[in-house]
């Protein structure tokens, strides 16, 4: 349920990848939405002093309508701080720092309890610098783990490199992350309507994954089981996207959330993002299954209608996914 829950979208990307613009943007345009924008710091964003009608320690009130916060600490807190304004917004976004990890922020929304009554997470956008990533991707590992865990990429500064230059970015975007939606951005402005909605944690969200990353490539070799002695260089090449769909079964329950547990603890880190739709026997309702690292997460979707077939599926990225022992031990699940 979505009812009266705002939508937060995180959005990230790596130092000068463009957040400063486009949220320069988000926050000056007449859109008609009720946004607050959260950074980490504010002083590294640099919202435009001249769109600023009001402020106080950590709220800056723009002349649009939304609003800016600063997190010096605890993003659970700047949120709950939030919950006071709640009917002044549309939507949330978080944007991380150019060298952040966004999983903490990711898992934020699936460990916390006292937020899901407020707050669900709409989706994750990363912003790509054109014109540098070649480089970054090279000497940063988390450029790479900023893609991995997008749910839309968005290429900025397109503009500044070659036909050849851009093709290139391109390839190893989709090396990085196979089938992946990407968008670009001239001079920090795009549609905001490409970029929100995204709905990662419900069935229109799942199901566009699962459409993405049906057409598999560049999957890298894993194992179920603990890693040994594998060749390690492998498992640095790139990130996978794993689909999997089952049809007119129902999953044992107990069984099916042993599955997700054994496979989050031995993917750790490795698991990247985890969503999922299944049907489980003897429920009315759907499972939404929502997953980040070792956290898996459950929740309950809309109910089947008498006619709709049970179409289970599962989208997993991440690194080293052997993907014939994942699908065929995840439809165990599902026998008789």
Same mark, same amino acid.
């Given at each position: ?14 130092? *000068? ?16 939405? @009720? ?34 916060? /600063?997190?010096?600490?605890? +993003? ?11 009917? @002044? ?10 060298? =952040? ?53 968005? +290429?900025? @500064? ?12 391109? /390839? ?21 309507? /490409? ?32 890693? =040994? ?21 129902? =999953? ?7 599955? +997700? ?6 993917? *750790? ?31 309950? *979707? =809309? ?34």
């Amino acid at each position: 349920m979505t009812l009266n829950r705002i939508p937060v979208t995180v959005l990230t990307g790596y130092l *000068g990848s463009g957040k400063t613009t486009l949220l320069n943007y988000i926050l000056g345009q007449n859109h008609g939405l @009720k946004i607050a924008v959260i950074e980490n710091e504010f002083g590294e964003i640099g919202v435009d002093q001249d769109i600023v009608i009001q402020a106080d320690e950590e709220i800056f009130e723009m002349n649009n309508g939304c609003v800016c916060c /600063s997190v010096r600490g605890d +993003l659970v807190r700047i949120l709950d701080g939030l919950k006071k304004r709640k009917n @002044k917004f549309d939507r949330i976004i978080i944007e991380t720092t150019g060298v =952040a990890d966004p999983a903490p922020v990711i898992q934020t929304f699936l460990a916390e309890k006292s937020l899901r009554d407020d707050y669900y997470l709409d989706g994750v956008i990363t912003l790509v610098d054109a014109k540098h990533f070649l480089i970054q991707v090279e000497r940063s590992p988390e450029v790479k783990r900023q893609i991995a865990y997008a749910d839309k990429l968005v +290429l900025t @500064k397109s503009d500044l490199v070659t036909k050849e230059e851009l093709e290139k970015v391109y /390839s190893a975007l989709r090396l990085l992350s196979p089938k992946i939606g990407i968008l670009t951005s001239d001079l920090g402005q795009i549609n905001l309507n /490409s970029i929100l909605e995204i709905k990662t944690q419900h069935e229109e969200g799942i199901s566009e994954s699962f459409k993405f990353t049906s057409t598999k490539s560049g999957h890298i070799p894993f194992s179920l089981r603990p890693l =040994a002695k594998e060749n390690h260089a492998q498992h640095e090449i790139g990130v996978s996207s794993l689909a999997i769909e089952v049809m007119d079964k129902v =999953a044992n329950p107990m069984m099916l959330e042993t599955w +997700l547990s054994l496979f989050a603890r031995e993917s *750790g880190e490795r698991l990247y993002r985890l969503k999922g739709i299944v049907a489980i026997r003897n429920r009315e309702k759907k499972i939404i299954i929502q997953g980040i690292h070792s956290m898996i997460d459950f929740s309950d *979707g =809309a109910a089947w209608k008498d006619d709709e077939p049970r179409r289970s599926v599962l989208v997993a990225i991440g690194k080293g996914f052997d993907e014939k022992m994942i699908e065929e031990s995840f439809k165990k699940c599902f026998r008789e």
